[in-house]
């Protein structure tokens, strides 16, 4: 890669900017000042930047993240803060949310910038399983997990939901596991059976479980058998 376009992704600036930097002599490639933006990176290069290392991003790249409520799972929003607050990575901005979760949902969030990788999460056709803690309202009536499983009409929709496993937890707790991802689907599916969702958690993306040891907030790489998972085949 180029040393302007490596620049100019590291410290958020336009080329423009970057060869001004360039000049200004604050640029070091293995301890040797450089000032050509056209100088060609290897993945053994050492850049420093006022003497902070730079660090290359040689391979995409996947993270589960805790989520908190009061974020938003894109990469930009004008009104909301962002997961993005709390990815402490080079150019952060280039990762994505592979699922995404409502602002005042909680849990599972996988980041990556690996498109693909998240589009076989994501797609409709692969129905990649996801499971909930749900807070409800009201208790849970007795026949729900079987109208679940049957699949529900959800408003506005002219097929019902694929089928789903309904576990309960308590009186009004439950694990819920569906298998695609309708806009707001798990709160629209208990509004269908007249409750109410008060609370909602994602524990699973796949076969991918959110890490007991993430308070809200931190995240941690995937390990290598936790991203072959997507896209494997599923175990009987």
Not at 35 to 43: H, M, P, S, T, V
Not at 88 to 116: C, F, N, S, W, Y
Not at 164 to 185: F, M, N, P
Request: charge should be neutral; charged fraction near 30%; proline fraction near 6%.
């Amino acid at each position: 890669m180029r040393l302007d376009k490596f620049l100019s992704q590291q410290l958020g600036i336009s080329r423009a900017l970057v060869q001004r930097e360039l000049r200004a002599k604050r640029v070091t490639v293995d301890g040797d000042m450089v000032k050509q933006g056209a100088f060609q990176l290897r993945a053994e290069h050492e850049v420093r930047f006022d003497d902070r290392v730079l660090r290359q991003i040689l391979a995409p790249r996947y993270f589960m993240l805790h989520k908190p409520q009061g974020y938003v799972c894109s990469t930009d929003d004008p009104d909301h803060p962002t997961v993005l607050y709390f990815m402490d990575e080079p150019v952060p901005d280039k990762l994505h949310a592979a699922g995404r979760l409502d602002i005042d949902t909680t849990g599972l969030v996988l980041m990556t910038d690996d498109g693909r990788w998240s589009h076989w999460i994501t797609s409709p056709r692969h129905h990649c399983e996801k499971t909930y803690l749900v807070a409800l309202e009201d208790p849970l009536g007795g026949d729900i997990a079987r109208q679940f499983t049957e699949g529900v009409m959800l408003n506005g929709e002219k097929l019902p939901t694929r089928p789903a496993r309904l576990e309960q937890l308590a009186e009004r707790e439950v694990r819920l596991t569906i298998s695609e991802g309708r806009y707001h689907q798990v709160k629209r599916m208990f509004a269908a059976v007249g409750n109410h969702v008060v609370a909602l958690h994602r524990e699973r993306v796949g076969a991918i479980v959110l890490d007991a040891g993430l308070a809200p907030g931190e995240y941690r790489a995937l390990t290598d058998d936790e991203i072959a998972s997507v896209g494997a085949p599923a175990r009987p």
